[in-house]
């Protein structure tokens, strides 16, 4: 197992295709064809399913990737280790995050990093919660502050913030009209109203979705969309309603008095503000001083990370 070896078949992996990776690897298909028949051979079994559409794993595939992404692990915790030993600290972090907490966090937080770690680079990986996960399980990702809810896997999740999910409404709506703001409705009373919809893979997404199955609802969907600025804009202008975490209205002054919010009854599907890194990463000093000013930007405490 060597690093160019491992960089091979986690990209197939995640292109679905022996195709598709070599166009990103910039190798030859035939090249990188012989490459994985080789790395096989020395397994001493098939690492793909080549039946499959997109390629997938066979059992000992499964446990060569997990193997291969403890190795990446040990290679990235010693380079962090020892940068830390060195005055003038280098490094970088791969970071996670929603376009909408992009847009909330990082003008607050990056200036006070910045200035604290100059030699740090900040990569920024934008995608919704769910993607993101799924980076972090593979290890395409150091840390995620991400909106979800907490899962027995090999992730560890750091509780940062509490968050409702509620109903926001336009005033001009008729569930406005027959109930005040802040009273707690049933997703029903709402199940005639138009809805504004965040896109598959978001988490209010899954939220909405399992709330509809739940009461066998299926509301008009007038609009989807993956950026959540967008999409209360709209509902307040269209005379719809969404599902939203309550931060995003409380701190959007200009929306408050076109909408107004309720509590779902019944919604116990929780959703919070996490921290997330892979289990076993090592979190060099640099990263828990990110941390740090996050939750400080945040007025919450900040609770060193720890291995579950």
């Excluded at 193997?67 to 280790?81: C, F, G, S, T």
């Excluded at 779902?264 to 000013?293: A, P, S, W």
């Amino acid at each position: 197992m060597n690093f160019k070896h491992i960089n091979y078949v986690l990209t197939v992996l995640r292109e679905g295709s022996i195709t598709a990776a070599s166009k990103k690897l910039f190798v030859s298909q035939p090249a990188l064809s012989q490459t994985i028949k080789q790395i096989e051979q020395d397994l001493g079994a098939t690492i793909f399913d080549r039946s499959t559409d997109p390629i997938s794993l066979t059992f000992a595939g499964q446990k060569y990737v997990e193997a291969a992404q403890r190795v990446l692990d040990i290679d990235r915790n010693l380079r962090a280790e020892i940068s830390e030993t060195k005055k003038e600290i280098h490094g970088h972090i791969r970071l996670g995050i929603s376009v909408q907490r992009g847009l909330q966090l990082l003008p607050q937080v990056i200036p006070d990093f910045v200035k604290q770690y100059p030699f740090i680079k900040l990569e920024l990986v934008e995608h919704g919660s769910a993607m993101l996960e799924r980076l972090i399980a593979e290890g395409q990702c150091d840390l995620a502050l991400i909106t979800t809810s907490k899962k027995p896997n090999r992730l560890n999740y750091v509780l940062i913030e509490n968050e409702q999910v509620v109903l926001m409404a336009a005033r001009s709506t008729e569930l406005a009209h027959r109930f005040h703001d802040g009273e707690p409705i049933c997703i029903t009373d709402a199940q005639n109203e138009k809805f504004v919809s965040m896109r598959d893979g978001h988490s209010v997404r899954a939220i909405q979705d399992r709330l509809f199955e739940r009461y066998h609802i299926s509301p008009l969907i007038v609009m989807e969309t993956n950026n959540m600025e967008a999409a209360k804009h709209v509902a307040a202008r269209a005379n719809a309603v969404m599902l939203i975490p309550q931060v995003y209205v409380v701190n959007s002054l200009d929306l408050l008095y076109r909408v107004q919010c309720h509590p779902v009854q019944n919604n116990d599907y929780e959703r919070h503000f996490y921290l997330c890194y892979r289990k076993g990463l090592y979190l060099t000093r640099y990263m828990e001083d990110f941390v740090r000013i996050v939750c400080d930007k945040l007025n919450v405490p900040f609770n060193m990370p720890g291995e579950e």
